[in-house]
């Protein structure tokens, strides 16, 4: 295990310690908008600037971006991406699904460790580039299914641009017709993680943020999975536009976004 992983499993639990401890004992004065529909706690920056801290100890050179507003220049050419609470808002009202999620990308784009924490389970997901996927310390894989009726996938709902909603919609209804389920529990790392251990088929999701999927793209493919935006590309961190399968359902999710979405919706 590299220094890297290491640091960021100890970020991820350090932050994740003090999710666990906060759960459940919010007040309103802990709650603040940022945006219509998208909410920031007390616990979230907290636990961004545990993470911040406990990376900058090690690796001083690296920038930071974090979800909450952090950005610390470096000098590497590498970046720490983090979401210190992703699934907020069932955070904020006490439903079990969130996570902790921090990659390290290259300054060439290229995902080389990612870490995902589910602090109530204890949970821990986590990955090096071309070492595999590990679920509390034993390797996984994604699921060998290619049967569309037997598929449970994940997704989530547009919480504040509602420029593409009718494509969207239309793809929950042609997936949900021809598969055995989908779910929509709230936090794309974790959704990520359990296509990565074989909970989940596949997830798709559009307009996500980098702190999103950095960590669970890289989880994902590390399990033996596929992951590309709504082309069929590679650029899913800019665009926020993402796909990731067992890799055997994949060119099939991906024409039925294609169909509603159209051909070069990144």
Known sequence: MTKELI????????AG???RRSFGKLSASHISLKDRNDFVTVVDKRCEQLAISAIRK???YDS???EEGSLEEGSSGRQWVID???GTLNFIHSFPTFAISIALVDESGDI???AIYHPLLKELFTAERGRGTFYNNRRVHVTKNFRSERLLLATGFPYKDYEHLDSYLNVFKDVLKDTAGLRRPGSASLDLA????GRFD???EYNLKKWDIAAGALIVREAGGMVTDFKGDNGFLESGNIIATNSKIHSWLLEKVQQHFGYNFG
Do not use: H, M, Q, S
Not at 7 to 14: F, Q, Y
Not at 194 to 197: E, F, G, M, R, V
């Open 112 to 114: 080389l460790v990612g």
């Open 17 to 19: 310690k003090n999710a």
């Open 64 to 66: 930071v971006l974090g």
């Open 202 to 204: 596949g997830f798709f």
């Open 84 to 86: 210190p609470l992703d």
């Open 58 to 60: 090690r690796f001083p």
């Open 194 to 197: 359990y296509t990565a251990c």
């Open 7 to 14: 640091t960021a499993i100890e970020a991820v639990k350090i």
